[in-house]
């Protein structure tokens, strides 16, 4: 059966042939001048190459290239797989049918093979003539290829876009999972601090002793978990759910709310940190004290091993740089064309504009800190310190100021600091005069203070208004001056000294601001700048940029906070007139001047104020009068002897008195005691020097300063009596014995004295005591152990010792005083 099906089919296809072949002439359409015989040949090597199968299969149908044998003869065949024919296909009618329509297809439209010429089994028209040859089903096979190429191009469509949906699936998973690891890494970050802050902090706190510095390692740490918190807090407010298509959006819109206050809180911490570091290496200098803070630190926190406390400090410092990182993969896996997109690249830029600011600001603080700083060297250290680089820098600097001072190069202008500049010298003079007054102020209450006339009991005869003129300066000097003055202190010259210490680092900043620009406007003219000659550059920029940018906001609150100074001082005197007044009623009843009208009253108060001025001025006239004057005490009888001897021998006019004590330090110089008398030899020595005298003091002769003499005056007045009745005669105690008889003290009767010194007395021995002017004494006897009644034994301070009868009086002892015992 399948050799008769091939038989069929090739008669078919040669009855075709032939059929074409004989239309073709027909058609004067000149094929070629082939034989019969030839043709057939040809036809039966198609009709081999054309067999199909009886069914073809559902794949799309292909072209394929004819045998070579026939391109070479006919110049090339197209052909296409064509179906089967079926089984009763010998019939010639069928084959009729074919040669009709493959006839009337060649009349009405010329060959695919002659027309197109970019086909690859186009017929090549070169040699002899050629001929091209259509099957009959040639058509059916465009179709169907056609319709192949169409489903193939929908499948790859399809196929691109499930492809696209996978991606943006892919990329939505990613944004959800980047989103969901800000939040719990937030949430983390914000439990480790807790820990660090409260559990290892009170730890810290509770050891004995507990460490040095400790709360510089959690300096504005709590801000920064304020911030973290409230950040956590809006986002659990919104509802964040990385499912949530407004996820995203709400993110945002929290971070950028608080990006001033993220700012703020680790740009202060960050600048700190470095602070933190040096605190915990002392730490670690000391081994006790730092296995005991490990050992808090891995029982705080045992889940995370740590062993340091770095470990939760550094964590705001790697929080802040992550921030960019964690919003820009965000947005790494966001569609640009997400409603939230633009936002999204906002935060994102925010972001990093925060950790450039921080950066810069720790830039600027590093600068401000190293040149404010005040350096208090010595002149061996300021030796030290010269090398030929800081003597050429400062010679460079020299040369060029004088260029400026004599208009040889033109100074660089900037207006705007030099205002700011002004107006801080301006400011700075203000603080400091204000500052000198408040302190003049100060010490002059304290001089009021200090003069208690409440202490003194005088005689008022029981008069009612000196009694309650009394009980207002008491309560003037007790309690409203003195709180008055304390709060003086605190509000206004605590602060005052606080803002001029401030000024000390904008001055030395200004001050080496101008170093820097006497160099950098020597490297200003230079095309190409060395990196020493750069860094030089960019130290002058950034010095100017610092002042520039902190100058304002130093002078406005340094002059707020003189304003508020000024205020709080009215506000304060208004206070204490307010008590005055309050203390001043409760006694006007009682005052006699209570009644006068209120300008009466101060044409009163006037009139009694000079007056009391005048008298007070007159007062003090005599007393410095007084003072002024010779200050002469009686001399103990040992000095009288002595000044007896010198009179006689030298005259009157030759005493003189040590006003100081001298000890002698060269040949021939003498030392003396502070009162001894002396007699003047000579005003000069040997060698001519008037500051050394030849003096004779009773026993020896030798120099003494003259700084160190005065000339004695005796006494117009002779000195009190000795307030004791002398001793009889026949009693002979043994002198300079310190074991007094009390037997021998006697009680005087009413009335009743107090002994007290009436001049200054200095012990020249262990057997002498000294008294000062209105000491009170207790008299134990009123003679020396010989019975001399020139000396008297008394007890002062709690010692014992003789002094001269002549320097002590009496007085009478005021009734319900507390007095030292009394003879």
Known sequence: MQQQQQQQRRRRLSSAAHSAGQHSANNRVKRGDLSSPQLDQDLAEVISIMEVPSRLPPSPVKLHKSDSSLSQRSGGIRKKNQPSLPPGGNNKNDVFDEEEKLSSKEKTKESVLTNS?????????????????????????????????????????????????????????????????????????????????????NSLQNLQPPPPNLDSLFLYIDEVMDVSSRLLAMLDQQQLKPENSDSLESLCVSFLSLSSDIEAAYKEYLWNYNQISSVENSYKQKEALWNEIVKIVKSSAPEVNATSLSFFLVMPVQRIARYPLLLQTIQKHTDSSHPAYALLE?????????????????????????????????????????????IAKKTARFSQHIKHE???????????????????????????????????????????????????????????????????????????????????????????????????????LIKKRLHK????????????????????????????????????????????MIWRMLGTFSCLHRDLAADMEQLFQSFAQQLPHSSFHPKEFQEWVESAVLEGARKLETLCRSVEETLNGPVVQPLSPSSQRRLKQLTDKHGSDKIFQVTNTVVGTRDLDLSLSRGELVAMISESDTRGDKRRWLVDSGGRRGYVPSAKLIRYRQAVEDPPPSPFPPMPGDVKPRRHSCNPDPNAIHLTSQPLFQVVAAYDFTARGSHEVSVNVGEPVRVLESHDKRGNPEWSLVEARGQRGYVPSNYLTRIPLVTGSLAPPFY
């Open 406 to 508: 004599t208009g040889m190069a033109p100074k660089l202008v900037d207006e705007e600091f030099d205002a700011l500049a002004g107006f801080f010298n301006i400011l700075e003079y203000a603080i400091l005069v204000l500052l000198e007054n408040v302190e003049t102020y100060l010490f002059h209450l304290q001089t009021f203070l200090e003069c208690k006339t409440e202490e003194f009991d005088f005689d008022m005869d029981g008069e009612k208004a000196p009694i309650c003129y009394k009980e207002i300066n008491t309560a003037l000097r007790q309690w409203i001056l003195p709180m008055f003055e304390k709060r003086m202190r605190a509000l206004i010259h605590k602060p005052l000294c606080e803002l001029r210490d401030l000024l000390v680092g904008p001055k030395n």
């Open 346 to 390: 906002q935060t994102a830029h925010t972001s990093v504009a925060i950790n450039c600011r921080i950066n810069e600001y720790k830039r600027f603080r590093e600068v401000a800190e190293k040149y404010k700083k005040t350096e208090n060297l010595t002149i061996i250290d300021k030796i030290n310190r010269l090398n030929t680089h800081s």
């Open 117 to 201: 010429p970019t086909d690859s089994s186009e017929l090549v028209n070169t040699g002899p003539p050629q001929i091209s040859i259509r099957l009959p089903s040639q058509d059916s096979l465009s179709e169907e290829s056609y319709i192949s190429e169409e489903t193939l191009t929908e499948e790859a469509k399809n196929k691109n876009e499930e492809e696209e949906a996978a991606a943006q699936e892919r990329k939505a998973q990613r944004q959800r999972m980047a989103i969901e690891e800000l939040v719990q890494s937030e949430k983390s970050y914000l439990r480790m601090l807790k820990i660090c802050t409260v559990n290892i902090r």
């Open 517 to 560: 620009l006497l160099d950098y406007e020597v490297l200003e003219g230079k095309s190409k700048l060395s990196y020493e000659e750069q860094a030089v550059a960019d130290a002058y920029k950034t010095i100017n940029t610092l002042l520039v940018n902190e100058l304002p906001r130093f002078n406005g609150l340094a002059l707020q």
